[in-house]
Structures are given as structure tokens and as C-alpha cells.
């Protein structure tokens, strides 16, 4: 995987990286599209704000089984991501991992030039936006800003690095929920706080966790943690009685949503449709030269899945080689028929 790590920071255009596809945003549906424009013999250059790849799957459920991908029974999301990223390899896809695109303009030619709040200019034939739901941020957990990287976590990318910890999981969505089963056999102990005794995550998976023996506390917050290089313990307060205890913790996991918030690409001249990128049936932006696809897209009958991302990001490339070759044909013929 060709990660750009030194990255001409000129705004001088001359030095600006060339590249046929710019796809802004590494998720499932970013990392199809990379390796359907190799498929379409274009150079490719893949932006996204994270360090790693994957979107939301690697930020949020990289160890969740996927039940609903075409032709994969289960798929674990990491496992996912690593395939696509695998599928795309050789046609040698350029990957700028933390640069958030920042700017578009068009150039004299039309081409549009997209700039990263790193200093990285991309000059591109056509760009397709797949940023989901834009720069996702974890809600903080009001207690714990200061055990952040000291035992406070929003995520679980490695769930073997907590082993041996007593884990204390904030939350009632699917995540929290995810997360206690994840880290109960490695854990010493899992324990679930959350506000109410109302649960959003999905009722299997709750059942799951009783299954485990994880204790649930309900109408309850973390009113504080406690530790001196690390964390230590972490203060539980009942929200009607106002009782609290201490419990010993090495690990918090604040799981209680995150901000989404699209950034930069809300001025980019772009139509939006209720925060998401408006898009014809060719996945066009109203936009020369952009296009969108993914979780990010708005249209009448809109479904936000993966697979469905799928499908929409091979539109979004197949559309987008006709608006820089003229000549080709926007059927791309079918991958049986073509040696890599
Ligand atoms: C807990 C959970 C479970 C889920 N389970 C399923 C499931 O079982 N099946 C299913 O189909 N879907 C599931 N989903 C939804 C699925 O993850 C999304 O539909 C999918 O990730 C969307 O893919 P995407 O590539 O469009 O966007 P994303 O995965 O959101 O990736 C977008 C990427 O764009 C980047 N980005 C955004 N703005 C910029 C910018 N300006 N510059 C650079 N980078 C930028 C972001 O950092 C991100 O990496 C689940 C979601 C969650 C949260």
C-alpha cells in the first residue's frame, strides 16, 4: 500500500500531484472506487482525514461481524477493509491519510484542483467525494477528557490491548454494546454503565451481553475518574439517588455517539439535501467534474449501506472516465474479461 507521506506543501500548482481520480474519503465506498478506477486503467489517489483506512467500519466496528455484504456470508470489518484495500493494490493506488480536502477550485483547463489542510495540492481528471458522513467526532464523555490516551478510549481498534483491564463501557447504543462482548474475554471484568435503562442497540445484541454476565448499570453515569500517571478507578453515581461507588478501571470506553459534521465540504458550491451531496443517476454533483457516491449522497429512495455504496461508487467512476476520456465507452466490459 502506497502510503504519500512526503507531500509537496506548496500552493504553487506546479507541484501539485497529478492523477486522473482524486477520491476524498477511505471508506468502503472510497476504497471500491479506488479499485474500480484501476480496474478503468486511471491513476488513482485516495485522500482521507483519518490515519488509516476504512471509515466508519476501522473507526467504529473494525472487530463486528457484516452480515449483509454480497457473497460474503460474515465478514469481520476489518477483515473487509484489508480486502478492499487488497482488491485495489495493483493498480497501485496513492494513499494521502491524514489530509483533510480542504478547498476545490477548477482549474483553467476545468480540471478541479482540490487542496488538503496539510499543504497537499491534488490536481485531478474528475474527484468523486465519498466522505460518508463527513469528519466524525466522538462525543466526549464530560468526566474523562483528561484520562484521554491515559486509559480513556473512544474506540476499540485492538481489543487485545485492554487485556487483563477492568473495562468500564459508557452507553446504550450498538457500539457499547459491541464493545462489552468484544473486550469480555479478554478483559478481567466488563462493566456497562448507561443513563437510562432504555437501550438504542439492537435487542439481540443486548441479550448477547446478559448472556456474558457483564453487569449492566442502568440510570447511572461516570461521575468521575480517578488514577495518578494512568487511570485507576472510575466513579459511578446513580442518577436519582445520587449514590455513588468506586470500581476499579484501567480502561473506559466512552461509546455515546459521535458529531458528524461534513467541514470543508459544505462550501464547496455544492447543492446539499439535508447535510448530504445531491447526485443524478450518473452520481454528478452539480459540480464539472465531481462526482459522489457512498453514505455521503442524497436522492429520492436513498439507502445508506455499504453494499449500496458499492454500487454507487462503480457509477460514480464508470460516469466520471467518460468526462475525462471522451472516447470511452462508460460500460467498463466486465472483470472476467480482462487479465490484471
Ligand atoms: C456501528 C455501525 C454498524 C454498522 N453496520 C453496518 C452493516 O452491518 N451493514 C452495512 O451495510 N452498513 C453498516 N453500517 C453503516 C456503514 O458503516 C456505512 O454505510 C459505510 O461505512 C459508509 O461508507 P462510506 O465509504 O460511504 O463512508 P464512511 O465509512 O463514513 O467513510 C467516509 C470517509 O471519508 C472521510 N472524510 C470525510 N470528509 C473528509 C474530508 N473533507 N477530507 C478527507 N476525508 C474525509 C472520513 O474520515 C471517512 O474515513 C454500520 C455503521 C455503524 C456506525
Not at 459521535?258 to 439535501?273: E, I, R, S, V
Amino acid at each position: 500500500m502506497s502510503v504519500l507521506t512526503d507531500v509537496p506543501t506548496s500552493t504553487d500548482e506546479s507541484r501539485a500531484i497529478e492523477t486522473d481520480i482524486l477520491i476524498v474519503g477511505a471508506g468502503p465506498a472510497g476504497l471500491y472506487g479506488a479499485y474500480y478506477a484501476g480496474f478503468r486503467g486511471l491513476s488513482v489517489t485516495v485522500m482521507d482525514v483519518l490515519p488509516q483506512c476504512g471509515g466508519q467500519i476501522s473507526a467504529m466496528y473494525p472487530e463486528k461481524p457484516i452480515f449483509d455484504i454480497a457473497g460474503f456470508p460474515a465478514v469481520r470489518g476489518r477483515d473487509l477493509v484489508d480486502n478492499l484495500v487488497a482488491q485495489a493494490e495493483p493498480y497501485g493506488p496513492r494513499y494521502l491519510l491524514g489530509h483533510r480536502a480542504a478547498e476545490l477550485s477548477h482549474g483553467a483547463d476545468g480540471r478541479p484542483v482540490v487542496r488538503s489542510d496539510q499543504g497537499a495540492t491534488v490536481r485531478a481528471g474528475a474527484v468523486v467525494i465519498t466522505g460518508g458522513v463527513g469528519t466524525f467526532t466522538p462525543r466526549p464523555l464530560p468526566a474523562g477528557e483528561d484520562y484521554l490516551g491515559r486509559g480513556q478510549v473512544y474506540f476499540v481498534p485492538d481489543p487485545a490491548a485492554h487485556t487483563g483491564h477492568d473495562v468500564v463501557v459508557v452507553g446504550g447504543g450498538d457500539s457499547a454494546f459491541d464493545w462489552a462482548a468484544v473486550l469480555s474475554p479478554v478483559a478481567r471484568s466488563v462493566r456497562l454503565v448507561h443513563r437510562t435503562g432504555r437501550f438504542r442497540a439492537h435487542g439481540a445484541t443486548v441479550d448477547k451481553v446478559r448472556a456474558l454476565g457483564i453487569e449492566i448499570v442502568t440510570d447511572s453515569e461516570v461521575s468521575a475518574l480517578h488514577g495518578t500517571a494512568r487511570l485507576e478507578q472510575v466513579e459511578i453515581r446513580h442518577r436519582t439517588t445520587k449514590d455513588t461507588r468506586l470500581v476499579p478501571a484501567q480502561t473506559v470506553v466512552a461509546a455515546l455517539g459521535f458529531l458528524a459534521d461534513l467541514g470543508p465540504l459544505q462550501n464547496w458550491g455544492l447543492t446539499l439535501q439535508a447535510r448530504r451531496i445531491a447526485v443524478d443517476t450518473h452520481m454528478a454533483t452539480n459540480l464539472p467534474r465531481v462526482f459522489a457516491a457512498g453514505d455521503i449522497t442524497d436522492y429520492p429512495g436513498k439507502v445508506r449501506l455499504i453494499s449500496v455504496g458499492f454500487g454507487e461508487v462503480a457509477t460514480a467512476v464508470n460516469n466520471a472516465t467518460t468526462v475525462i476520456d471522451p472516447e470511452a465507452a462508460l460500460f467498463p466490459g466486465h472483470s472476467t474479461e480482462k487479465e490484471n
